[in-house]
């Protein structure tokens, strides 16, 4: 083994300390924290479809696209989509060119509750890096999007404009560690 691969696998390790730690940025402590005070249909799986539909262009995905995201059957995100279409998060609507085809989009509700979770992740992130030089966060950012980058670029079918926007998308939760409910 060599030094690089000794350092890739550092990388990984915080990366997944960063993800799964139960201290971790997007740990289940620090989720709670941040999905308290949502509707209760926003449980960690609901709220990374609400960003994955935020995030998504026009037209907004399909019942479909958020089974790829779950990594999970079409019944489970029908389930989701449905908790969260009953809380008036999203809405299902008609495709504009396909009118067979039936969209997920977010409502104004929806839209106020992903903005209040973002402030509070915002304000988490402050406080986590208060006593950290602006140079040094400015760089870890830098650093991010550059690591971004360059694992979209090495996708096969990446294009330029998947890449911007599309990381926070998978912010929360993998499909696999967190269940339906909350």
């Known amino acids: 083994m060599n030094d690089r691969d000794e350092e890739l696998r550092g990388l990984d390790a915080v990366l997944r300390e960063l993800r799964h730690a139960r201290y971790g940025l997007y740990g289940p402590l ?103 030089p602006d140079e040094d966060l400015a760089r870890l950012t830098d650093f991010l999007e550059r690591l971004n980058a360059s694992v979209a670029r090495h996708l096969p079918g990446a294009e330029a404009s998947d890449v911007s926007g599309a990381a926070d998308v998978h912010d929360v939760s993998d499909a696999t560690d967190v269940p339906d409910g909350r």
């Open 30 to 132: 620090v989720r709670e924290r941040f999905l308290d005070g949502l509707p209760a249909e926003v449980t960690p799986t609901g709220y990374r479809v609400l960003r994955f539909v935020e995030a998504g262009s026009p037209p907004p995905p399909t019942v479909s696209d958020i089974a790829a995201l779950l990594l999970s059957d079409r019944a489970r995100a029908v389930r989701v989509v449905d908790r969260l279409t009953a809380a008036g998060l999203v809405t299902r609507v008609r495709d504009t060119v396909d009118r067979r085809i039936r969209r997920v989009d977010l409502t104004d509700a929806g839209r106020r509750h992903i903005a209040l979770a973002a402030a509070r992740r915002t304000r988490l992130l402050g406080e986590a890096t208060a006593d950290w």
